[in-house]
């Protein structure tokens, strides 16, 4: 044990948001996925609990594997792995696995798990950006010898993603436009770039719902319909669960395992499970899980301002702006100041192949201030 701590490095207080969150993710999906116990596996209400024990342990291994891996390799990595998310992106289509009118998931052969290529486009697409916004520093005022080399691909990748997973793609090019204003693409070359990508959008969305037809833009329209003006009775159904879940969870909740509101709602153990952890800990609660994703913001910015290398800090601002954006949205979902969007809590939620995304994601920003450590080390050695 001793050998281990000896060997972990990077920021401490990451690794202490880390634990909680995953401390405060058992609880949660244990207390969630009582009622899919009693459907699919005969009441036992471990299965789950064990299952997602042994993902979030494995994400915990990768976690730890990427932070010991020098930041630099994942410059490397990003340039192949932007030549394969494309092709996994479109195979989706065509061999991917159907939910909810939404063709996201491969099925892995063997392993039996399922993973959507959208969250390996993510991780791809962020340490591309880095890449290249470190690389161009010098020609970046020129539009097509620097932000266009940069913002290209971030848009056919962002393209390929939408239509089966719009707010993962407005997510994903949200974070990458970010990157672009902290890197310093000229502004008036990332105004026209969101002026346009916006317009193509909106007349995208437009023509197809008048045309009709087109299952996912129907969606998209109606969940915002929803959102502004209500009547879809499933997403009213889920809104109004979430509701009673966060109302009846008062300031300090109902206790662990206590929640009403999970037999009722649609997804607890994922899209929703914020609400559940209102209702169980209370307000106290969510703002105890809302301050430790702004703390890994706060932290991650610091290792942003403490990185001597531009590629560092703009990966690891890409990858905690991705993760508290999400969050953020997640949480703000259950509580209906956002549409439905289907996007999970990161660490929190229940899941496969995306917690260990996540945790490689974590594990490359420890990566970076892993660095920054040892660098700082070595100059107070040489200064002494």
Same mark, same amino acid.
């Given at each position: 044990?001793?050998?281990?701590?000896?060997? /972990?490095?990077?920021?401490?207080?990451?690794?202490?948001?880390?634990?909680?969150?995953?401390?405060?993710?058992?609880?949660?999906?244990?207390?969630?996925?009582?009622?899919?116990?009693?459907?699919?596996?005969?009441?036992?209400?471990?299965?789950?609990?064990?299952?997602?024990?042994?993902?979030?342990?494995?994400?915990?291994?990768?976690?730890? !594997?990427?932070?010991?891996?020098?930041? %630099?390799?994942?410059?490397?990595?990003?340039?192949?792995?932007?030549?394969?998310?494309?092709?996994?992106?479109?195979?989706?289509?065509?061999?991917?696995?159907?939910?909810?009118?939404?063709?996201?998931?491969?099925? =892995?052969?063997?392993?039996?798990?399922?993973?959507?290529?959208?969250?390996?486009?993510?991780?791809?697409?962020?340490?591309?950006?880095?890449?290249?916004?470190? %690389?161009?520093?010098?020609?970046?005022?020129?539009?097509?010898?620097?932000?266009?080399?940069?913002?290209?691909?971030?848009?056919?990748?962002?393209?390929? @993603?939408?239509?089966?997973?719009?707010? /993962?793609?407005?997510?994903?090019?949200? /974070?990458?436009?970010?990157?672009?204003?902290?890197?310093?693409?000229?502004?008036?070359? =990332?105004?026209?770039?969101?002026?346009?990508?916006?317009? !193509?959008?909106?007349?995208? @969305?437009?023509?197809?719902?008048?045309?009709?037809?087109?299952?996912?833009?129907?969606?998209?329209?109606?969940?915002?319909?929803?959102?502004?003006?209500?009547? $879809?009775?499933?997403?009213?159904?889920?809104?109004?669960?979430?509701?009673?879940?966060?109302?009846?969870?008062?300031?300090?909740? %109902?206790?662990?395992?206590?929640?009403?509101?999970?037999?009722? =709602?649609?997804?607890?153990?994922? $899209?929703?499970?914020?609400? @559940?952890?209102?209702?169980?800990?209370?307000?106290?609660?969510?703002?105890?899980?809302?301050?430790?994703?702004?703390?890994?913001?706060?932290?991650?910015?610091?290792?942003?301002?403490?990185?001597?290398?531009?590629?560092?800090?703009?990966?690891?601002?890409?990858?905690?702006?991705?993760?508290?954006?999400?969050?953020?949205?997640?949480?703000?979902?259950?509580?209906?100041?956002?549409?439905?969007?289907? =996007?999970?809590?990161?660490?929190?939620?229940?899941?496969?192949?995306?917690?260990?995304?996540?945790?490689?994601?974590?594990?490359?920003?420890?990566?970076?201030?892993?660095?920054?450590?040892?660098?700082?080390?070595?100059?107070?050695?040489?200064?002494?």
């Amino acid at each position: 044990m001793n050998w281990l701590f000896s060997r /972990t490095k990077g920021d401490l207080v990451i690794w202490v948001i880390v634990l909680i969150l995953s401390v405060f993710s058992l609880l949660a999906v244990y207390s969630s996925t009582g009622t899919m116990a009693y459907k699919y596996q005969s009441g036992n209400t471990e299965y789950y609990l064990f299952k997602h024990l042994f993902l979030m342990a494995f994400g915990l291994v990768i976690m730890y !594997v990427c932070h010991q891996i020098n930041y %630099k390799y994942y410059s490397r990595i990003a340039q192949v792995l932007l030549w394969i998310t494309p092709v996994l992106l479109i195979a989706t289509y065509f061999i991917g696995t159907n939910v909810n009118q939404a063709t996201r998931w491969i099925q =892995l052969p063997i392993v039996n798990l399922t993973f959507q290529p959208s969250d390996l486009a993510k991780l791809a697409l962020i340490m591309y950006t880095a890449r290249m916004l470190s %690389k161009k520093q010098e020609v970046l005022d020129d539009f097509w010898k620097g932000t266009a080399q940069i913002v290209g691909p971030a848009l056919f990748i962002c393209a390929l @993603i939408a239509p089966a997973n719009l707010s /993962t793609a407005l997510v994903l090019f949200t /974070t990458c436009t970010l990157l672009m204003f902290i890197g310093r693409v000229n502004l008036k070359h =990332l105004f026209a770039i969101l002026g346009t990508s916006f317009t !193509v959008l909106v007349l995208f @969305i437009t023509i197809a719902y008048q045309m009709g037809g087109v299952a996912r833009v129907n969606t998209w329209v109606n969940r915002i319909d929803n959102y502004v003006y209500g009547g $879809d009775a499933d997403e009213s159904y889920q809104n109004q669960q979430a509701k009673i879940a966060i109302a009846t969870g008062g300031f300090f909740g %109902k206790g662990p395992g206590n929640s009403n509101t999970k037999n009722f =709602l649609p997804n607890p153990y994922s $899209d929703f499970i914020f609400a @559940i952890i209102v209702e169980e800990y209370g307000s106290l609660g969510g703002i105890v899980l809302i301050c430790l994703y702004l703390l890994l913001l706060y932290r991650s910015i610091r290792i942003v301002m403490r990185s001597p290398r531009a590629f560092g800090a703009l990966l690891a601002a890409g990858l905690s702006f991705s993760l508290v954006l999400q969050a953020l949205i997640n949480m703000g979902v259950a509580v209906h100041l956002f549409p439905v969007t289907g =996007l999970t809590l990161p660490l929190v939620s229940m899941g496969g192949t995306s917690l260990w995304f996540t945790s490689i994601a974590f594990g490359i920003i420890l990566s970076v201030s892993r660095d920054i450590e040892e660098n700082e080390d070595l100059e107070e050695v040489a200064t002494a």
